[in-house]
């Protein structure tokens, strides 16, 4: 998958944290330095770790404690990769819950600080987060609550901790530029708000035949694609 995206033109890979192979308990310092080592190899950077655990596992207290681990390990993963890669990709995306269960928010803004790792929350509509959680955009999502991607972008305070490259039809998503995106009007908001890091082409829900056609985008608004393995 490392190989295909490197062949493809991308410049850097944003990695599922729970994938076999990549999760955090399965791969020790030997296997984190072999895997930063296979990245720089393929010629690809890091741009960070997705971490896509239910949201409501964050909101249920049975869950929450096995949902901050795997944040926890994820984190650690992350700010140890970006060593490894010479500081990139110091960030975990996640999905969090409309209204945490108590003290989830603490704790994950305290797992944040101590790795040096921004976690970047993708959902919407967003809630008022005020314990340190970075915005992520999905446009896919944005798209799918009613809003248009590139005028919450130009809401935001700052730019986005992450921004990512989905779209969305009335049956679901699609490659980007086929659905309801407007892709130059939301490369320019991202530009305005002076976001500078690579842009996530995120292939999720994508059938394999159409995730097969992603390609790197030149875009003023980063140095570089990152596709989603």
Known sequence: MIAWVALRGFRAVQLDASLAGIRARE??????????????????????????IP???????????????????????????????EGAGRLVAVDLAAVPAPGVLESLASIAQRDGIEIADHRWPRAD?????????DP????????????????????????RLSDLTGTGRTIPGKGRLDLAGYEAALFTRGYARAIVVDPRG???????????RAASTSSGMSALL
Do not use: Y
Not at 206 to 216: G, N, R, S
């Open 140 to 163: 896919a999502a944005i798209i799918a609550s009613g809003a248009d991607p590139a005028l919450e972008v130009a809401r935001l305070a700052a730019a986005p901790a992450q921004a």
């Open 55 to 85: 949201p409501e596992h964050f909101a249920n207290a049975a869950h929450a404690d096995r949902a901050l681990a795997a944040v926890v390990g994820a984190c650690e993963l992350a700010a140890e990769l970006a060593v490894l890669m």
């Open 27 to 52: 791969l020790d310092r030997s296997g984190r330095r072999d895997l930063a080592a296979l990245l720089k190899r393929s010629g690809l950077g890091f741009s960070g770790l997705d971490l896509w």
């Open 206 to 216: 994508l059938p394999m035949h159409e995730a097969a056609k992603l390609q790197p």
């Open 129 to 137: 987060r005020t314990f340190g959680i970075s915005v992520g955009i």
